[in-house]
């Protein structure tokens, strides 16, 4: 197996972990780590930055040359049979309770403005804190909504905020995001 | 902007989107892993719980 990983991608911090139980388990594995990309740099839209571009056109060359490396390496004439209780059954809610109460993470963002924030000075309100990306259009499919519920809560302990995963501050992108997030928080 | 990938690690986001609600006291309550529908009643329901939280 080769795990192609962009160097700048949110699973890049697991990948010692993912490498050992691979190499543990006996399965020869091997990972390549893109520079200078992050997560979905194929994704990039209409504003592919100079880096994103140079990755994508080494893309097909790197392709095969993985693959003759895995050639080297003897194949399973077939696959495992799975495990029969592996696949978890059950109600799907919209929202997965989490009964542990964990402690959040402390959030130190800054904005394109600049401006800075901390959850620390959010102690004592109810947060919604949402991680999207401008090329996913799950995300972005959603946005109308948050919109909706920013509007119910209006002058109440709910702070929606809004994080955006990418790569480099783009300004026209971000005044096309303020319009669509009206008055959630963005960073 | 998350430009290091270190809070998505922080908070365990592997896909997007992925939310979470924090009550009052900075524990997180709920998740969401998927895209969903915000202003449903099972979401507001939950938030007005967690307001009237101290």
Sequence with gaps: MVIYQPAMGSQRWRVNRVMSSLWQAGSPAYVYLVPDV??????????????????VNRLPAQISLLAKLLEHHPKPVSAMPLPKDSVPAGTIHTLVRDNEGKQA???????CQGRRLNT???????????????????????????????????????????VDYRTVKRNRRYRHSSRIFQSISLY | MDR????????????????????????????????????????????????AEQ
């Design chain 1, 120 to 162: 620390r000075s959010l102690h004592g309100k109810v947060i919604l804190l949402n991680f999207w990306a401008s090329w996913c259009p799950p995300c972005v499919e959603e946005i109308p909504s948050l919109n909706r519920l920013k509007a119910h809560y209006e002058d109440r302990d709910l702070h929606i905020v809004s």
């Design chain 1, 38 to 55: 992050k997560d979905w740099f194929i994704m990039g839209e209409d504003d592919y930055t100079e880096e994103d571009k140079q990755a």
């Design chain 2, 4 to 51: 290091d990938g270190l809070t998505s690690l922080a908070w365990q986001v592997f896909s997007f989107p992925s939310s979470f609600i924090i009550d009052r006291q900075g524990r997180i309550r709920y998740s969401a892993n998927r895209a969903i529908n915000w202003d449903n009643q099972e979401v507001v329901q939950a938030i007005d719980a967690l307001l």
């Design chain 1, 105 to 111: 993470p402390e959030l130190n963002l800054t904005d």
